[in-house]
T-cell receptor, first 114, second 112 residues
Framework: EAGVAQSPRYKIIEKRQSVAFWCNPI?????LYWYQQILGQGPKLLIQ????????DSQLPKDRFSAERLKGVDSTLKIQPAKLEDSAVYLC????????????FGNGTRLTVT | DQQVKQNSPSLSVQEGRISILNCDYT??????FLWYKKYPAEGPTFLIS???IKDKNEDGRFTVFLNKSAKHLSLHIVPSQPGDSAVYFC???????????WGAGTKLIIKP
């Protein structure tokens, strides 16, 4: 099966600019996650969708971050305006809702804010 | 408050020997634990998991041990191979929401 697709792979922007990331999950996976991973740390959950509904966005900085999953398939994550501390790898993951099936991750987008 | 801790940032092991990666947790409500492996510039990939009703799960060269009383789990890789060089993350969840709490990772280096 095709894996989780993310784009772009790399992005460099200046602070206060905006940026958007795109994710296409594995076909049939109802649950989609966006994680932020800062160098030397484990992934931190930003938002979890089930189909096109939000399950958890308690750690999403809503004053600058937004995410949507229209039609319950692809998802976009946006940052506006970006801050220096947003420099990180943004990982998208998806999973089937069957039992304890594991998360499948994309290769991530490395964001550098200068 | 780090609920999942991997206290060794890095570990170096000779090829062919056993690699043991450790993970401690503080939340007694965690009932499902996973190990993920990550190569540079790639996303984490699932390696092995264990439910709290078990104390051991084995898959080929990989074995995970769970000690609930000590709130400790470990991943054993035997024998270690050069392709095992990667960062290994421990993660835990509780209940049915499958929201994983992650450790900071341990970088495993397998020496030839």
């Amino acid at each position: 099966e095709a894996g989780v697709a993310q784009s772009p792979r790399y992005k460099i922007i200046e602070k206060r600019q905006s940026v958007a990331f795109w994710c296409n999950p594995i076909s049939g996976h109802a649950t989609l996650y966006w994680y932020q991973q800062i160098l030397g740390q484990g992934p931190k959950l930003l938002i979890q969708f089930q189909n096109n509904g939000v399950v958890d966005d308690s750690q999403l900085p809503k004053d600058r971050f937004s995410a949507e999953r229209l039609k319950g398939v692809d998802s976009t994550l946006k940052i506006q305006p970006a801050k220096l501390e947003d420099s990180a790898v943004y990982l998208c993951a998806s999973r089937s809702i069957r039992g304890n099936s594991p998360l499948h991750f994309g290769n991530g987008t490395r964001l550098t804010v200068t | 408050d780090q609920q999942v801790k991997q206290n060794s940032p890095s570990l170096s092991v000779q090829e062919g020997r056993i690699s043991i990666l450790n993970c401690d947790y503080t939340n007694s409500m965690f009932d499902y634990f996973l190990w993920y492996k990550k190569y540079p510039a790639e996303g984490p990939t699932f390696l092995i998991s264990i439910s709290s009703i078990k104390d051991k799960n084995e898959d080929g060269r990989f074995t995970v041990f769970l000690n609930k009383s000590a709130k400790h789990l470990s991943l054993h890789i035997v024998p270690s191979q050069p392709g095992d060089s990667a960062v290994y993350f421990c993660a835990a969840s509780s209940g049915s929401n499958y929201q994983l709490i992650w450790g900071a990772g341990t970088k495993l280096i397998i020496k030839p």
